[in-house]
């Protein structure tokens, strides 16, 4: 007998949890029928915002200074680097050389961000989308998320070689990101006494840890644009935007 008002509690909180759940689907069929938009209207206003996006990010990305004057994509040094920045002093002009480092590396990720808007492209276009409007009413991010969960393994694939061949650039001075990111390897290790001092780096993974960085940055980018498309009419340069995401 002590079970039955534990049951009958049960049994009411499961009640409203379903009519919660009838409620929710109910306003979701009401807020498509009111936008009198299919499905495939809504992927297809998605992916414009999603071309809009990255085009724009890649042009906004891809000038000097594009990733090195932006705190919230400029990229640093690779993990292996960090014993450098702990000794940095110990190393004769070392924070030059740093600046100088990064600088580079950044640079070269500018050059090849021009590089990446084909790449997106075909992604985009070659993604499939079931559920347009799950993302579409989700977050200020989600179709950007959506994409990155879809392509970002074949997008680094395809962005490795054009990073790579941009470090191997002489874009700052007469030296490339490779070559700079050497020197300092060099200059440490020459300081530590090639291990004698503090632990020597024999490890360049600069390549990958660009490429990585560099698309991040991209996709945060292109979060950027979508919620800029989501908020604010003016960003919606088409009629496929200003179907799906309105005109006012």
Do not use: W
């Not at 409620?23 to 915002?49: H, P, R």
């Not at 640079?107 to 590089?115: K, L, N, Q, V, W």
């Amino acid at each position: 007998m002590k079970l039955r008002p534990r049951l009958v509690y049960l049994a009411l909180a499961l009640t409203m949890s379903a009519s919660a759940v009838f409620t929710s689907c109910d306003e979701v069929n009401d807020i498509i029928q009111d936008t009198g938009l299919t499905n495939e209207e809504v992927i297809q206003g998605l992916k414009s915002a999603l071309t809009v996006g990255t085009d724009t990010s890649v042009s906004v990305l891809s000038v000097v200074d594009g990733y090195y004057g932006d705190d919230l994509v400029k990229i640093l040094l690779p993990d292996e680097a960090a014993a450098i920045i702990k000794n940095i002093s110990k190393v004769p002009g070392g924070t030059a050389l740093v600046e100088s480092t990064i600088k580079a590396i950044n640079r070269s990720a500018e050059d090849a961000a021009i590089e990446a808007k084909p790449i997106f492209i075909d992604a985009i276009t070659g993604i499939t989308i079931t559920d347009g409007f799950a993302i579409l009413n989700g977050d200020s991010n989600a179709a950007t998320t959506y994409l990155r969960g879809k392509t970002e393994t074949n997008l680094t694939a395809a962005f490795t070689p054009k990073i790579s061949a941009s470090l191997n650039k002489t874009l700052v001075g007469n030296i490339s990101a490779e070559s700079a990111y050497k020197d300092l390897i060099n200059a440490y290790n020459t300081a530590s006494l090639n291990g004698v001092l503090f632990a020597k780096i024999e490890t360049n993974s600069l390549t990958e840890h660009t490429t990585k960085k560099a698309l991040s940055g991209l996709f945060l980018k292109v979060a950027d644009e979508e919620l800029k498309i989501r908020t604010d009419v003016t960003h919606r340069v088409n009629d496929i935007l200003k179907k799906v995401f309105g005109e006012e």
